[in-house]
C-alpha cells in the first residue's frame, strides 16, 4: 500500500536548495541549524558560519561548522571591519580568491586561502551573514556566488 501523502521531491538541485535557504531567512525566526546545512549542500568550504548582527553594530557567531569552538564562541566583527565586517556594511556579496592579499582578512583559522561573505536581509533589515571559507585559493566556495546572491 502506498502512502497517501505526496512527498515533496528531494531538493538536490543548487538552485531548489537556496529557494529553500531564502524560505528560512524571509521567516521571523531564523533555523540557522538548517540554513547551514542547506548551504553546505551548495557549496564545498571547510568553514562555515552564520553570524548574525547585534546591536552593537557587531557581527557574532550563532552556528558554526567547522571553527574551533573558543573562536566561534568569542569571534566578534565590527560591520565595515574584515571581510564579514564589509559585507554586511556594504550588503554586497565579497567574495575573496586569495585571503593573503586582502588586507580587510580576520583570521579565524589557520590555512584558509579564499573567502565569501553573503549578507543576510530580510524585510529589508541586514540580519547577518553567511560566511564561507576554504583552505584552497579560489576554491568552489567562489565559484558559488552566483547562487548565493
Known sequence: MSDPT???????????????????????????GRLVGLV??????ELVAIMLKMDDDSLKI???????????????????????????????????NDVAQDPRYIEAAQAIRAEMAVPLIARGDLVGVIDLQSTQIGHSVIRSTACLN
Do not use: N, W
Open 62 to 96: 550563532r552556528f558554526a561548522r567547522g571553527y574551533d569552538e573558543d573562536v566561534a564562541a568569542d569571534l566578534r566583527v565590527k560591520l565595515g571591519k574584515g571581510i564579514t565586517g564589509a559585507a554586511a556594511a556594504s550588503r554586497q556579496t565579497i567574495v575573496v
Open 6 to 32: 505526496p512527498s515533496r521531491p528531494q531538493a538536490d538541485e543548487p538552485l531548489d536548495l537556496l529557494i529553500e535557504a531564502a524560505e528560512i531567512v524571509s521567516r521571523h525566526t531564523l533555523d540557522l
Open 40 to 45: 553546505s549542500k551548495v557549496v564545498d568550504a
